[in-house]
């Protein structure tokens, strides 16, 4: 009887204590929980990463794009200040020469736009002549001291990269002819200048290196009202280029001192 009782006491104190497989049970879900919430924790990091450096790279194209807007800024500033000087600088010649010309009584036709000073092919040769006449060296001796006094002034000096002679034709015959034509009137004048010691300027500075000679045959006829004035075109024009180079150097200078 006592057996049986004992027995009966061990089993009833079997049942206080939780099963084996219950404790496993439990145990795999707390490690399940554990793993789980470590597994999200662990996904979400790489999520949290790149979320800050998308924001560091668009704050970096951000500061990047404010950066390319200001250097152009700075670029276009430039420029334009550049070319205000180029103007400024053709129009004070332009206005300079007009006034000089006719204060002298030495009758020329100057392009207001450009500076160049043309004269027909009448004031200089005869007809289909390369050499000059008598009254257009005349001519010569006049216009030519007073052109180079205002363009290659102390003012003027520095910005001046050439001084061009330019042979014009009509379009009768071929273009060959009249390209050679043209050709030998620039070069006529040139040779003129030279050899007359007319492009010596009054402080001893001899310009002659700075002349050059161009044929334009009848590339460039003059219009009138939008038909060719063949009398017109037969011509020589004096031209003055500028240095381009020069003003666009001082602009680049301009663009890299406002990134400083």
Known sequence: MRRFIDIKEDIEETNYWIPVSNLMAAFMLVLLVVLVAGFGY???????????EQQQ??????????????AREAALKAK????????????????????????????????????????????????????????????LKKLIPAYLSVVLSE?????????????????????????DLSQKR?????????????????????AEKLLAISGKSFSRPVMIDNAVDRSLSRRVELAFVLKYDMLMDRMQDAVEDSKE
């Open 80 to 139: 334009s200040e550049a070319l205000k000087e180029l103007v400024g600088i053709r129009e004070g010649i332009v206005s300079k020469l007009s006034d000089t010309l006719a204060g002298l009584g030495i009758n020329a036709d100057i392009d207001k736009e450009t500076g160049s000073v043309r004269f027909g092919e009448a004031v200089l040769f005869n007809v289909n002549s390369t050499d000059l006449n008598p009254a257009g060296q005349e001519y």
């Open 155 to 179: 003012k003027n000096r520095e910005y001046i990269e050439q001084i061009v002679i330019e042979g014009h034709a009509d379009d009768g015959g071929t273009y060959l002819y009249n390209l």
């Open 42 to 52: 662990v996904n979400n990091m790489p999520k949290n990463v790149p979320k800050q």
């Open 186 to 206: 620039s070069y006529s004048v040139a040779g003129f200048i030279m050899n007359n010691k007319l492009s010596m300027l009054q402080d001893g500075t001899d």
């Open 57 to 70: 790279q668009t704050a970096n194209a951000d500061q990047k794009y404010l950066e390319e807007m200001k």
